[in-house]
Structure formats: C-alpha cells, structure tokens
C-alpha cells in the first residue's frame, strides 16, 4: 500500500481578532466614555424638559403655494445659469418674460458677481451681462463668496424670490425649501418648475 500524497492547502491563514474587536482594551474604554455620556445625557433630560427648535412658518405659505409670488417677479441669477443662457445664446430678460408671461426682476448678488470675476477670461460675455445696468443688484453682508449658500440663506429668509441656476446641487437644496420655484436653461428656453401660476406648455 503507497504513502498517501499530502495536499498543501492555500490560503490557510491564522485568524486575527479584528480592529473594532470588543476584547481590545481601547475599544472596552471607547464603549465605557460611550456610556457614561448617555448617563448624564439622561441625566440632564430628566432634570428639565427638552427645548426643541422648530422654524417659523412663513405666514406667505398655504401649504406649498407661496401667495407672495406675484409679478412683477424677482428672479435671483446665478453663476451657471447666466454661463448657460450664453452657450445658448439667450437674450436674458426677454426669455424670461416668454418663459413667465410677466414681468422680471433679475437679481446678481456680490456673489455671483464675484464669481463670476474670479473664473476669468473663459466667462468674460457672462461676466458682461452681469454687469448690465437694468438688473438689479444686491448686496451680500456675510464672508466669503460661495454663491450657493449666500442664494439659499436669502431666499429661505424671505420667500419672494425665484431661483434661476442649471446647479444640480443648488436645485437639490432649493427643492427642499416650500414655495421657492426654479428656472433653468433647458431645450434652448427657459423653464421654471414648482411655480403654481406658471403658464402651461
């Protein structure tokens, strides 16, 4: 009778006690500070009641139709949006008035102006626009030039404005906030959603 063969076997490896292991001492003294702030986190609740923070309704809201839009409308730009209408070729106000049926306000924040300067000579046309004397121009107290959250902070004040940005991000935080509509660049016009009275196309 042969010997019989012995086969290695691969990828045999010893078994190692993981990094988030609960019989390793740093994660025994993680789990005890854990504890202990629960403790007198109820503590502290049972103690006095719990003050909860809840934002005051705008009195302009029923339920999601915003009764503070009406014409002439205010329409906040921003950076891309005026990009777009360039690449498009889109005479700003008067597109927006087809797209409205009324009449605009276009609002540049310091911003977008700011912006805008800052992307240099590739949006020198966009820029130029901005700079037209028939828009009206606001002007922004708070530090830094982050347009995005200088345009939600504003019209999460004050509901009276319409957003007009092709920003993905920025209309994903804007849709969030009840009764502020959105324009953007689209097929060559614009268009404005969550807008009650917009004209149907």
């Known amino acids: 009778m042969g010997v019989q063969k012995r086969t290695r076997k691969f990828a045999q490896v010893k078994r190692i006690i993981g990094q988030r292991d609960s019989r390793l ?11 202990a702030k629960r403790a007198t986190a109820t503590a502290s609740t049972n103690g006095s009641t719990v003050v909860r923070e809840i934002p005051q309704v705008s009195s302009s809201l029923f ?4 009764t503070a839009l009406i ?48 992307l240099g ?18 002007r922004c107290d708070h530090k830094g030039v982050y347009a995005d ?9 004050h509901k009276v404005y319409i957003v007009a940005t ?17 324009m953007s660049v689209a097929r060559g016009k614009y268009v404005v959603e969550r807008l009650p009275d917009a004209p149907e196309k």
């Open 25 to 35: 001492k740093k994660n025994q003294e993680a789990q005890a500070e854990l504890a």
């Open 63 to 66: 339920f999601q139709y915003n």
């Open 71 to 118: 014409p002439p409308y205010n329409v906040l730009v921003d950076t891309n949006f005026l990009s777009h209408t360039v690449q498009h070729k889109l005479e700003l106000l008067s597109t927006m008035m087809d797209c409205l049926y009324a009449k605009c306000i276009p609002i540049i924040t310091d911003c977008v102006m700011a912006e805008l300067e800052k």
């Open 121 to 138: 000579q590739k949006y020198r046309i966009a820029l130029r626009i901005a700079r037209d004397e028939r828009w009206e121009r606001l």
């Open 149 to 157: 959250d200088c345009l939600v902070d504003r019209v999460m004040k």
């Open 166 to 182: 092709n920003d993905r991000d920025l209309k994903r935080r804007v849709r969030k906030i009840p009764g502020v509509p959105i």
